[in-house]
């Protein structure tokens, strides 16, 4: 790589970047800044502590490497986690197929050049704002209430939200995607189904795969997440082994699980690199933009060039992963007892009219929305600002690098209401305590991707560091994360945006804003109450998705 | 007079600027590198003194980047020794540092920190002995700002691209800010890696005499050049021929039958 070339003047652009100098916090520290929650927080924290369960935290660690192997206990996680991955898989493909249906109909390129207008497009990405606001735990309690104990109610409720998600993601690369192909085609007669399919789908198809595959993981947590609130499979499990102290039964459905995770998150990685796709990293941006000053660095797949003969291949294997796919997933579906059809059933509910919308107005509404977002921004905090420091302080240390990356597969998989269960036996009730769980669940996932995009990130900065004497740490400070800055933040901005959504789910802990109140209403039928706090949580998921998309931008923007 | 101690080197072929009194600031003993086929360094000695500024010249594939490598540190070689300043490398990370600190790299791609600004890249040669709260400090305020209007200066440029990105500066500027970078660190050592490849001739001997210029008896050079033509001012120059030294003698005595026997009769004169 040789120097730039010589004595060029600067480009207008540049020129005009130079007249205003480099603008906001230099970009290593804004990647460690969000850590700064921990100085409130670890003031706090003293107070919080009641220490009545240090026993038994000690005694649900140390079972960690005495999980049960009781044959008894083992069938009965084998076949929860059955019931977990099942749960996850179908509606992972019912959100794919739902999703990409919705796409194409919410996309504005499609339908202009189908019929001419957009304006349904843009009416119906409006419309599936809602479901897409909803956290699928919320959704799933709702149908729970609605339909009753089915499976076909937790794969409904995965599906829903995702599909809206999934929606939202495609049709924003749809619309990006230059249209000139399509119109080609479309001038030489083709109809607008084939040309479609020929002009979008090939540029769509990495982005598609890689966001497909990050969506599956997801379904596998929010899977465990929603058998934590009685919605079948392993999370049920775990709570009922929590709530009864059963620690090492407990352990042993919790290494299970996490070798299923892995086993997922190392297949798909293996699947990405075979299929040339690009890292979840540029899923910041929604767009794929490069990592770091480097181009292609975090896009590495796709600045691999396929040699001849695996230019059918991968259209074959991706049609062999269908082929199995299908039967697969029917077999499973009958395996579990899932009957769709049970979903037109709902059960008889109170009247929502004539209820007094006083109650509604008596709740502290200011102080529940306030107490959501400072959770948040705690956990949003600790999430991005601690993966680059804990990085940092294990950098002199090699062998500390695989301890943790497993601390933090195990805080991925930990479903946060369990984390936050386990947190009261040290700590009081409260936000603190609440954003301590949610914030401990992001790390594992923000810091697995920070190591991937650090992996893939070529510094030489670094070595130029380290060969004038600069100790490891500061060398990754200076030399790496300067680099990876932008991209890890803009991530951070979309992570911390799922998070306000998250919020719903250490709602048990007590004191945490809407969450709380949400579970207390769902509980005790006040459907009014309901209604309205599932209003307010909408609108302010809605409007952190816009900020998020906004400082996403902004950060992604060419410098 | 003393017996030498058992420390000091003995070289095959000492260059004329090293005095057998004073320990050599570089000194590379029979180093081999594997690589794929041939070697990519082949038993290659050579000693650096004080105040010398040599040449280090041969074709592409000849192992002049890999021979910086060794003598920086940033490779391995699986046989012969390397010695800075009269010492080895040390094992201890701390004392590795320490004397790495004085061994200054100018590097071909420059390496500079791209997100951040002129001032801050300058004030990172210093991180090697700064401490945490200085190298934080570094990124808040600007620091040491005489220092670096100093370095800028002397590489001619002026003090206002301090605060500037350096993504922001041409290239030529960002040739310059490397150099002032180095300047900065104040190393004993300097070894350049082909730091004129990609520069046009005015500017490349503008940077060349920059480089010459900064050697004093208390610093040396290394340089590799890519070009024969510009070895007016070396001292010495070591031709370096598939991983073997062909030459190391004087660069006022290699003559055209030097440069043919190095270059097999194919002068670099397009590009590297």
């Known amino acids: 790589m040789a120097g730039r070339g010589g004595g060029k003047g600067p480009s207008p652009d540049r020129a005009r970047i130079a007249q205003n100098g480099p603008s906001g916090v230099a970009a290593p520290l804004a990647m460690v800044a969000p850590a700064l929650v921990l100085i409130p927080v670890l003031v706090l924290l003293p107070g919080l502590v009641h220490g009545g369960g240090i026993d038994l935290l000690k005694e649900f660690l140390q079972a960690a490497i005495t999980p049960s192997l009781d044959p008894l206990v083992l069938g009965s996680a084998v076949s929860g986690l059955g019931v977990t991955v099942g749960i996850a898989l179908l509606g992972w493909a019912a959100s794919a197929l739902l999703g990409l249906a919705l796409a194409l109909a919410s996309s504005r390129q499609v339908w202009s050049s189908c019929c001419g207008q957009t304006w349904p497009a843009n009416f119906l990405r409006r419309l599936l704002a809602v479901p897409r606001s909803i956290h699928e735990l919320l959704w799933g309690l709702l149908l729970l209430q609605l339909i009753g104990l089915q499976p076909a109610v937790a794969i409904a409720a995965i599906a829903i939200p995702y599909a809206a998600l999934v929606a939202r993601v495609l049709s924003d690369q749809i619309d990006a995607l230059p249209s000139g192909a399509l119109a080609a085609l479309r001038c030489a007669g083709v109809a607008a189904p084939q040309a479609l399919v020929t002009a979008l789908g090939p540029p769509l198809l990495p982005g598609l795969l890689s966001y497909g595959g990050y969506r599956l993981e997801c379904a596998l947590r929010s899977a465990t997440l929603l058998g934590v609130f009685g919605l079948g499979g392993l999370g049920t499990e775990l709570k009922l082994c929590l709530q009864s102290l059963e620690f090492h039964e407990l352990w042993t459905g919790l290494w299970l699980l996490l070798a299923v995770m892995l086993l997922l998150e190392t297949g798909l990685a293996g699947l990405r690199r075979r299929w040339l796709m690009p890292r979840r990293l540029g899923l910041g941006g929604l767009t794929f933009t490069p990592l770091g000053p480097e181009s292609g660095a975090g896009t590495r797949g796709m600045g691999q060039t396929a040699r001849p003969d695996d230019l059918g291949r991968r259209g074959r294997e991706m049609v062999l992963a269908l082929v199995v796919l299908g039967p697969l997933l029917v077999w499973l579906a009958r395996a579990m007892g899932v009957q769709p059809l049970a979903l037109l059933h709902w059960q008889p509910l109170p009247n929502l009219g004539g209820s007094s919308w006083a109650s509604v107005l008596a709740l502290p509404w200011p102080q529940l929305v306030g107490s959501t977002l400072l959770l948040t921004l705690v956990a949003a905090g600790l999430a991005v600002g601690l993966a680059p420091l804990l990085l940092l302080v294990i950098a002199p240390w090699p062998w500390a690098r695989p301890l943790l990356q497993l601390t933090w597969a195990l805080a991925r998989l930990w479903p946060p209401p369990l984390s936050a269960l386990l947190l009261l036996l040290l700590l009081k009730p409260g936000l603190v305590t609440a954003a301590l769980a949610l914030g401990f669940h992001n790390l594992g996932i923000l810091g697995r991707l920070l190591l991937e995009a650090s992996d893939d990130y070529q510094a030489p900065a670094e070595i130029a560091l380290q060969g004038a004497g600069v100790g490891p740490r500061l060398a990754l400070f200076y030399g790496r994360f300067s680099g990876l800055a932008r991209s890890y933040l803009a991530y951070g901005a979309y992570r911390s945006d799922v998070m306000l959504r998250e919020s719903v789910v250490v709602g048990l802990v007590g004191a945490a804003g809407l969450g709380t109140q949400l579970l207390e209403s769902l509980s005790s039928f006040a459907w009014d109450q309901l209604l309205g706090l599932l209003v307010v949580y909408a609108l302010l998921t809605l409007v952190g998705e816009d900020l998020s998309d906004r400082a996403r931008l902004q950060l992604l923007a060419p410098a | ?272």
């Open chain 2, 1 to 272: 007079m003393p017996v030498a101690p058992a420390r000091e080197p003995v070289l095959p072929n000492p260059g004329p600027g090293v005095s057998s009194q004073e320990l050599p600031w570089l000194e590379l003993s029979q180093i081999t590198v594997p690589g794929r086929g041939r070697p990519r360094l082949d038993r290659v000695s050579l000693a650096i003194g004080g105040g010398e500024r040599v040449a280090l010249l041969g074709p592409s594939g000849a192992g002049k980047s890999s021979l910086l490598a060794v003598a920086n540190g940033q490779l391995k070689p699986s046989s012969g020794s390397l010695r800075w300043l009269g010492a080895p490398p040390a094992r201890s990370g701390r004392a590795r540092r320490r004397q790495q600190a004085r061994i200054g790299t100018l590097w071909q791609d420059l390496r500079l920190i791209e997100e951040l600004s002129v001032q801050q890249n300058l004030n990172s040669a210093r991180l090697a002995t700064w401490g945490w709260p200085r190298a934080l400090l570094n990124l808040l305020w600007p620091l040491d700002t005489a220092a670096n209007r100093e370095a800028l200066a002397q590489v001619d440029l002026g003090a206002e691209l301090l605060v500037q990105p350096v993504s922001a500066l041409s290239g030529g500027q960002r040739q310059r800010v490397a150099i002032a970078r180095l300047l900065r660190q104040d190393p004993e050592l300097l070894l350049a890696d082909e730091p004129l490849a990609s520069l046009d001739p005015r500017l490349a001997s503008e940077l060349l005499q920059l480089l010459l210029d900064q050697v004093t008896p208390r610093r040396a050079l290394l340089l590799s050049l890519h070009r024969p033509d510009l070895l007016a001012g070396f001292d010495r120059a070591i031709g370096l021929r598939q991983g073997q030294v062909l030459f190391d003698q004087l660069a006022s005595s290699i003559g055209p039958g030097d440069l043919a026997a190095l270059y097999d009769g194919e002068l670099p004169g397009s590009g590297p």
